[in-house]
């Protein structure tokens, strides 16, 4: 998917945290938050990743969990008006997250980075979902939690655990 534009028209309101809101970030949120309570608690040392990362709501409930001080949390999006609102917000909720702006479908990680991926309503709006669930899997440790989020017609929300293993394979 092509970067957000920066042109907006004259009775357009700008792309900002107040329109995100508007528009439903807060449904996310929800999702977010439902999400965490299917997980164990996150590890010391966990190294998390929280991909297309929006307004970062996976981040915003990543923190309410209250995870353990030396956690990592590498954000990321494509659109760099959302990753500057991601980053006001992160300064101005005292998040320790920085947002850079990397595509999903070629992350510049190294493999094996992350205990945690989370990618939360990226998938059906990318070019190639494929190319970024293979760069999910090549960036994540073999035991990593791995999750996808998404939604259809705006009801039901299914969250895909990426686990090749079919004995630990669920799906909620
Ligand atoms: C519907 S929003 C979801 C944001 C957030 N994860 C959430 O749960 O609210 C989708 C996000 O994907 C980002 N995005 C689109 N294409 C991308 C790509 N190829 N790589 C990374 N991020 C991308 C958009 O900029 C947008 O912030």
């Given at each position: 998917m092509a970067a957000l534009s920066r042109f907006v028209p004259n009775k357009a309101m700008p792309f900002n945290a107040k329109l995100f809101d508007i528009i439903g970030a807060d449904e996310t949120l929800g999702i977010a938050k439902h999400e965490m309570t299917l997980l164990p608690p996150f590890p010391p040392g966990s190294v998390i990743h929280d991909a297309a990362?929006?307004?970062g709501p996976v981040t915003e409930i990543i923190i309410a969990t209250s995870p353990p001080d030396n956690i990592k949390i590498e954000v990321t999006d494509l659109a760099p008006p959302m990753v500057g609102i991601y980053n006001n917000i992160a300064t101005a909720k005292q998040w320790p997250s920085k947002a850079a702006i990397v595509d999903v479908q070629k992350l510049t990680f190294p493999d094996s980075a992350f205990s945690h991926v989370f990618l939360s309503f990226g998938l059906p709006i990318l070019e190639d979902p494929v190319a970024a669930v293979i760069e999910i899997y090549r960036t994540s440790r073999k035991e990593s939690v791995r999750r996808i989020l998404t939604g259809r017609f705006g009801v039901l929300v299914r969250s895909w655990?990426?686990?090749?293993?079919p004995s630990t394979r669920t799906e909620t």
């Open positions: 990362c929006g307004l655990p990426l686990n090749p293993n």
